[in-house]
């Protein structure tokens, strides 16, 4: 059976809104919608350029709404934490009135019976509202805006900035290649695959040889030392970010080991101030305690299993320019 992992990615950044977005963000927290002109079309929500030609539009903002028409919908009847609101709803394409393109958006209604194209919609404002499209809750049936709770009032100013939270989850099978690597560091031994046609030795737990198709197992595996040089490094300057435990600057090293073609990329030091990681210095494994292990890492480098790093071990640095090519 196949086991998989589960991974997540976070990337969270601040952008600038502009005079056209900015606007649309700050009427919102008034519960106005604003659109833009373009000839005799207006455009909602409003953009900078024509999407047509990519022509800069003049900022001629108008009001829209708040009330439209549904042009046409989708039903979702198990909505997950992404979704707007957490119970069954529709996603619709509503035309607001006086807007000529339709604002995609929730619809708040009790079944897919409740729903049709052409029906009428209105907003349904948060009582406290930050300058977001999500400050419209949803739009439920009928002409009547609603508010959600108290009505907190618009933005003490006008809305310049977003924060946005980029986020994705995946699923990455294990092949049994990294599971053997792992549990060879739990024995404190560092191990490689050595592939039979071009008789590179891979480490990281690759699966597979890129050159020769070759598919690793248990006979593949070779023994490899616990000493090597540092051939690249990099200095990771820490950005607080949701996850980040790290506050002062790090190193992360590529290790060539000792009598083998082997690199391990990506890994922590330990005892190594960052202004002292260096090509050529000299470096041992560093193994963690039982019930410190990890099963991170392996095919992207960094410390997996027992092995946490790698430490100066005090014998004279290699003074090889070719050191620095060795990466892979």
Request: charged fraction near 20%; proline fraction near 10%.
């Amino acid at each position: 059976m196949v086991r998989f992992t589960e991974s997540t990615i976070t990337f969270p950044y601040t952008r600038s809104l502009g005079p056209v977005v900015g606007a649309f963000m700050t009427a919102l927290t008034e519960k106005r919608i604003l659109g833009i002109r373009n000839g005799e079309q207006v455009i909602c929500p409003p953009m900078e350029w024509d999407p047509s030609t990519g022509a800069e539009l003049p900022r001629d903002l108008v009001e829209v709404g708040p009330a439209g028409t549904v042009d046409s919908w989708t039903w979702v009847p198990e909505p997950t934490e992404q979704h707007p609101l957490d119970r069954p709803f529709a996603f619709a394409f509503v035309r607001l009135d006086g807007a000529s393109t339709p604002l995609l958006h929730a619809v708040d209604a009790s079944s897919p019976d409740a729903m049709s194209d052409g029906m009428r919609v209105a907003p349904r404002w948060k009582g406290q509202r930050i300058g977001h499209l999500t400050d419209i809750a949803c739009f439920v049936p009928g002409e009547e805006p609603q508010v959600d709770g108290d009505d907190l009032g618009p933005a003490a100013e006008p809305v310049q900035m977003m924060d946005y939270l980029a986020r994705i989850t995946y699923r990455n099978p294990v092949p049994p290649s990294s599971d053997l690597v792992v549990d060879a560091s739990r024995q404190h031994r560092l191990v490689g695959f050595r592939c039979p046609g071009c008789g590179k030795t891979y480490v990281g737990g690759r699966g597979v040889c890129p050159i020769d198709s070759v598919e690793f197992g248990e006979e593949h595996l070779v023994e490899l030392p616990h000493t090597g040089t540092i051939t690249n490094h990099v200095v990771i300057t820490p950005v607080q970010y949701p996850g980040q435990t790290e506050t002062e600057p790090f190193a992360r090293v590529f290790v060539l080991l000792d009598g083998s073609d082997a690199v391990l990329g990506y890994q922590p030091v330990i005892e190594l101030p960052v202004e002292d990681v260096a090509v050529g210095v000299r470096v041992s494994a560093v193994w963690a305690s039982p019930g410190e292990e990890s099963d991170e890492g392996g095919g992207m480098g960094g410390a997996f299993g027992s092995l946490i790093g790698w430490m100066p071990n005090g014998e004279p640095p290699v003074d090889d320019p070719d050191l620095v090519n060795r990466i892979f």
